[in-house]
Nanobody, 127 residues
Framework: QVQLAESGGDSVQAGGSLRLACTVS????????MGWFRQAPGKEREGISC????????YYTDSVKGRFTTSRDNAKNTLYLEMNMLKPEDTAMYYC????????????????????WGKGTQVTVSS
C-alpha cells in the first residue's frame, strides 16, 4: 500500500520559515511528478506546486512564487517544500500528492492529476 507522510508543519510568526517534507513508501517515487496542495478552513484544496520526476521541472501558484521552493531527493524518496516569508494567509493544512505521470502537464494544479495523497501537516502563521 502506497504511503505518503508529511512532516514539518508548525506554528510560526509572519515572516518566518518552515521546511515541509513528504516521505513516500511503496511507490517508484523517482518515476512520478509530485505536488503540494493546501487547504484552509472553509476553502477548496489548492494546488501550490508541482515538481517533475527528475526535479528539473517546477511550477508554482502565483501566491507563493518567490517565497516557496519545492525539491525532491529521489534517493531518499522524499519531497520537500521550503517556505519563506510566511504570511497569515499561508495558514492551512498542507498535503503532498503523487502524480500519475512523470511530468507536471495536465494541468498540474488539478487534484485529478494525482492518485495518492498524504494526510497533511498543519501550518499556522500568526501576524
Amino acid at each position: 500500500q502506497v504511503q505518503l507522510a508529511e512532516s514539518g508543519g508548525d506554528s510560526v510568526q509572519a515572516g518566518g520559515s518552515l521546511r515541509l517534507a513528504c516521505t513516500v513508501s511503496r511507490l517508484s517515487f523517482r518515476l512520478y511528478a509530485m505536488g503540494w496542495f493546501r487547504q484552509a478552513p472553509g476553502k477548496e484544496r489548492e494546488g501550490i506546486s508541482c515538481i517533475g520526476s527528475n526535479g528539473l521541472e517546477t511550477y508554482y501558484t502565483d501566491s507563493v512564487k518567490g517565497r516557496f521552493t519545492t525539491s525532491r531527493d529521489n534517493a531518499k524518496n522524499t519531497l520537500y517544500l521550503e517556505m519563506n516569508m510566511l504570511k497569515p494567509e499561508d495558514t492551512a493544512m498542507y498535503y503532498c500528492a503523487a502524480g500519475t505521470t512523470s511530468d507536471c502537464s495536465g494541468p498540474w494544479s488539478g487534484k485529478e492529476k494525482y492518485n495518492y495523497w498524504g494526510k497533511g501537516t498543519q501550518v499556522t502563521v500568526s501576524s
